[in-house]
């Protein structure tokens, strides 16, 4: 239950823009999935996730400007007393779109068919500008789009925070039998 209470914090928190994309990680990674992820605007670099323990995790910071999802669905496997919990969310397909503005998502994978429109890569992570206030330090790599088109997604993330996100259709599951999304 403090897990259903604290995801419905942080949500609440980032639908207000209140939750920096910057916190401690809770050193569990989840799942997540869309049909096909569309936006205005990437930004992405190499950073480091901290857990609260001290421990690291190597990620992939995703800067979306606009994104639109044709369909969602975020899992996680939590272990607890009665056994293991799968933690699922859904939204979107029959629903309607989902969308968020200034998505970012500190990944470790992402697999799918994309599509970079005015691309630009190996440029200077402190210069990225396509996505306001997601820009890495300076002399790191990073690269940045003006479009993004991702069917099939399939990724493994860290954190996920946004400014303002719009699920539709919104479904939210707590099981022992749980399927995930992948």
Request: hydrophobic share 45%.
């Amino acid at each position: 239950m403090a897990a259903v209470t604290a995801v419905g914090a942080m949500a609440i928190a980032m639908a207000h823009g209140a939750l920096a994309a910057s916190f401690a990680v809770s050193g569990t990674s989840f799942q997540v999935s869309s049909g096909r992820l569309t936006s205005a605007g990437l930004a992405s670099y190499v950073a480091t996730d901290h857990a609260t323990d001290g421990s690291g995790h190597p990620v992939a910071l995703l800067g979306l400007g606009r994104a639109v999802l044709s369909d969602i669905c975020q899992a996680v496997t939590v272990k607890t007393p009665v056994g293991d919990v799968v933690f699922k969310l859904t939204a979107g397909g029959r629903a309607g779109q989902v969308t968020a503005d200034r998505l970012v998502i500190d990944g470790s994978d992402l697999v799918g068919d994309a599509y970079f429109g005015t691309a630009q890569i190996g440029r200077d992570a402190s210069a990225l500008d396509q996505v306001p206030g997601v820009h890495g330090k300076a002399g790191d790599f990073g690269l940045q789009a003006g479009r993004i088109s991702v069917a099939g997604v399939r990724s493994h993330a860290w954190s996920a925070t946004g400014g303002d996100f719009r699920l539709k259709g919104l479904r939210l599951d707590v099981s022992l039998d749980g399927r995930r999304c992948f």
